[in-house]
């Protein structure tokens, strides 16, 4: 164990590791909503890519959770004080997104457009990584909501003017995300290799 990895905590590690096993899922999600809509046709090739990622987050992960315990499992006072804050605010963004998609997939079904289903969620999900952005600290959450939302919007509207078939909007709207995810997963893992470089 090098100097560096004493200073960092081992909660740190996990919380890492935990992000790395959610966007693997999040990814296949995605992914298979995106299949849905290419299913049967060359472009779904395409996809392939994105398990893949998802299978490498899964081992960068795990291994992640191995290489914790060789970090100290203390934290400064400050340090316990804003990852309890930080971990009450991801639960809050977190069921709220829940309560939104609910809210929203019975808007659209109940406006007669249940085609908008999967934009819909996306949308949700484009939302919430803004104030997970200042949560977290972190530019990227920015970049994804801004790109994410983009995604749902244009699906929205490609639906509704029947630029895109309800496969084509399936594809449109999981690939985005599934890319919006992938982007996700491999800055954790570049954040995982920079807190264990051995």
């Not at 990814?27 to 990622?53: C, E």
């Not at 004080?81 to 930080?86: Q, S, T, V």
């Not at 809210?103 to 969620?121: C, D, R």
């Not at 200042?134 to 530019?139: H, I």
Request: proline share 3%; with cysteine.
């Amino acid at each position: 164990m090098n100097d560096k990895s004493q200073l960092i905590p081992a909660v740190a590690v996990k919380g890492i590791a935990t992000g790395l096993l959610m966007m693997a899922g999040f990814t296949m999600i995605w992914t298979g909503i995106a299949f849905s809509g290419l299913h049967g046709t060359v472009q779904a090739w395409g996809l392939i890519v994105f398990p893949f990622l998802a299978i490498s987050f899964v081992i960068k992960g795990i291994k992640l959770f191995g290489i914790a315990k060789l970090h100290p499992a203390i934290e400064s006072e400050a340090d316990k004080a804003e990852g309890k804050k930080m971990g009450m605010w991801f639960g809050i963004i977190f069921g709220a997104e829940g309560l939104l998609i609910f809210i929203a997939v019975n808007v659209v079904v109940n406006l007669g457009h249940p085609e908008l289903t999967i934009p819909a969620i996306a949308l949700v999900v484009g939302l919430h990584f803004f104030p997970l952005a200042k949560v977290f600290k972190r530019t990227l959450d920015y970049y994804l909501a801004t790109w994410s939302t983009i995604i749902a919007v244009l699906a929205i509207v490609f639906s509704l003017n029947h630029t895109l078939t309800q496969a084509g909007v399936a594809a449109f709207t999981g690939g985005g995300l599934a890319v919006a995810t992938s982007c996700y997963g491999l800055f954790m893992m570049y954040k995982g290799n920079r807190l264990n470089s051995y």
